[in-house]
């Protein structure tokens, strides 16, 4: 088989050329790769690209699995208005639902379909550095969109609680977990437990673990 062709190329390194415009096709030089060169090779990649994110001025944030396309805003105006609120101030404003004085933190997905990048305000059910996302859509018939995004793109997924946000990996949990978790829920949020006596579906509930 000839060297140098598409396939000796990692998908982060090939995210990392269409990011800066490169032609993520280009070959790599001809010849046997050992592992250690490919290591090398992929950390200089990651090292020049980020060398030109900080000249462009490109959040140092966004490095290594981010989230990146383009960004389409809540259709609800109060929604937009307070994912505006809260990443421009860092956290400071924006930061609970209306006038509840309750904490909320920022999510962003992946649409399921459109694969843009959505964000929305999530109550904040936190504990040990996890972070309870609480499917309830107040007890609709049906589950959120947010949520169908975060099953199609669990890797996809970014939390801001306070002033920067960080990436996580996100699992929906079951059985005592998932009763733990919810005991947890509905102690952030009291009217979790209102909104599953108005739907017949069980509210799911999922867990954002830090990356």
């Given at each position: 088989m000839a060297h140098g062709t598409q396939a000796e190329v990692s998908p982060?390194?090939?995210?990392?050329?269409?990011?800066?415009g490169t032609d993520p096709r280009?070959?790599?030089p001809a010849g046997p790769v050992r592992a250690s060169q490919r290591t090398v090779r992929a950390s200089d990649e990651r090292q020049s690209r980020r060398s030109a994110w900080t000249d462009s001025g490109f959040s140092p944030l966004h490095?290594?699995?981010a989230l990146n396309g383009e960004y389409e805003a809540s259709p609800w105006e109060w929604v937009r208005?307070?994912?505006e609120e809260y990443e421009s101030s860092g956290g400071e404003k924006g930061n609970t639902?209306?006038?509840?004085?309750?904490?909320?933190?920022?999510?962003?997905?992946?649409?399921?379909k459109s694969a843009k990048v959505r964000k929305m305000a999530l109550m904040r059910v936190e504990h040990d550095g996890e972070y309870a996302l609480v499917a309830s859509m107040g007890g609709a018939p049906k589950n959120p969109v947010w949520y169908h995004n975060i099953k199609a793109h669990p890797a996809d997924v970014r939390i801001q609680d306070g002033p920067e946000p960080f990436d996580v990996e996100v699992r929906e949990v079951e059985g005592d977990e998932r009763a733990?978790?919810?005991e947890r829920?509905?102690?952030a949020y009291p009217p979790y437990a209102e909104?599953?006596?108005?739907?017949e579906r069980r509210i799911p509930v999922l867990v954002a673990t830090r990356r």
């Open positions: 982060e390194v090939w995210r990392l050329r269409l990011l800066v280009q070959e790599v490095w290594g699995m208005d307070q994912v639902l209306r006038d509840t004085g309750l904490p909320v933190v920022i999510v962003t997905t992946r649409g399921n733990v978790w919810w829920a509905v102690a909104y599953q006596t108005k739907t």
